[in-house]
């Protein structure tokens, strides 16, 4: 069975700029979860699409959003990126929503890297 | 404020010896906890999780410890061997949210 995929791994832009990041999860996982790891404030958790619905959200600003299509494929989108946004970027993808209580499903992709300039 | 909280950022253990990490978390109300490994350039690797309701669960050579009262929890790798060098990262899930520690890096030495 394939893995999480997430597309692109490396990518560099500029203060201002906005970025759309892709995440394909593991086929017949309908949850998809987005979290940025920095070295300062660890993993945190971005939100979580299920069935094409945002069912949860971190302490994330608005500037962070997502979609996700019909097929599961997961799309996250920062606008007006600023320095801070440098992270590293995993999703996670798993058959149950988190809502269930336990995560102990969730397969993560190798992440994207983000650099902001 | 940091509702998970690793306060050791790094560990070396002797291959063979028992390597122990621990979290503490604040919220009282969260229902599980889970283990996650990872290695450079990776995304995180489930490792094991256990329910409030438990006080232990094991798997291979992977141990949780829940201590409530204290809320604490730890895991223990027994025997340490050179493939679990890695960043251990504690999380701490409750309904619709999951919030992880900074992780861990375990040094198993030769």
């Known amino acids: 069975k394939a893995g999480v995929t997430q597309t692109p791994r490396y990518l560099i832009k500029t203060r201002g700029q906005q970025v759309t990041l892709s995440c394909s999860p593991i086929s017949g996982h309908r949850s998809v979860s987005w979290y940025q790891q920095t070295p300062g404030q660890g993993l945190q958790f971005l939100f979580e699409y299920f069935s094409e619905t945002q069912r949860n959200k971190g302490n994330f600003p608005g500037r962070f959003s997502g979609r996700q299509f019909s097929n599961s494929r997961s799309e996250m989108n920062v606008s007006t990126l600023e320095l801070g946004d440098s992270a590293l970027y995993l999703c996670a993808s798993s058959f149950y929503t988190l809502g269930r209580g336990s995560t102990d499903t969730q397969y993560f992709g190798p992440g994207t890297r983000l650099t902001v300039l | 404020d940091q509702q998970v909280k690793q306060n050791s950022p790094s560990l070396s253990v002797q291959e063979g010896r028992i390597s122990i990490l621990n979290c503490d978390y604040t919220?009282?109300?969260?229902?599980?906890f889970l283990w996650y490994k990872k290695y450079p350039a990776e995304g995180p690797t489930f490792l094991i999780s256990?329910?409030?309701?438990?006080d232990k669960n094991e798997d291979g050579r992977f141990t949780v410890f829940l201590n409530k009262s204290a809320k604490h929890l730890s895991l223990h790798i027994v025997p340490s061997q050179p493939g679990d060098s890695a960043v251990y990262f504690c999380?701490?899930?409750?309904?619709?949210?999951?919030?992880f520690g900074k992780g861990t890096r375990l040094h198993i030495l030769p």
């Open positions: 919220n009282s109300m969260f229902d599980y």
């Open positions: 999380a701490a899930s409750r309904d619709d949210k999951i919030i």
């Open positions: 256990i329910s409030s309701i438990k």
